[in-house]
């Protein structure tokens, strides 16, 4: 329980600082709660913070264009932060390669649904 709290404020952090992810946390403090409280999963489950970053993606497996460009956007920008700031030419083709994979994974594996769908 005590580290899906954790995860929790973790992922509610990174709902405002681009530099830690949101999602992987958020589903991180979903299993947990479920795990050790379903009381407290089940208050977290009906929250705006899952309902606007988790819900659909559980649900469905799908997330709309503005909630999957919202995730990679910033992402990319800080990936491309690090790409300026390294000198090293084959850790800037690995970063160039993250970026790619993270887009392609977004792109084919998660479905993209309507806004409000």
Not at 33 to 39: D, I, Q, V
Request: charged share 15%; proline share 3%; with cysteine.
């Amino acid at each position: 329980m005590a580290a899906g709290v954790v995860f929790l404020v973790i992922g509610a952090v990174g709902v405002a600082l681009p530099v830690l992810p949101t999602t992987p946390f958020l589903l991180l403090a979903s299993f947990c709660l479920a795990k050790g409280s379903r009381r407290l999963h089940e208050w977290f489950v009906g929250t705006q913070l899952y309902q606007n970053h988790l819900d659909s993606f559980v649900r469905n497996r799908a997330m709309t264009l503005k909630t999957k460009l919202g995730i990679l956007f910033p992402a990319s920008v800080m990936l491309l932060l690090a790409f300026a700031a390294m000198q090293n030419v084959y850790g800037r083709g690995f970063i160039l390669f993250l970026i790619l994979l993270k887009y392609i994974y977004f792109f084919t594996r998660i479905r993209t649904i309507r806004e409000g769908a």
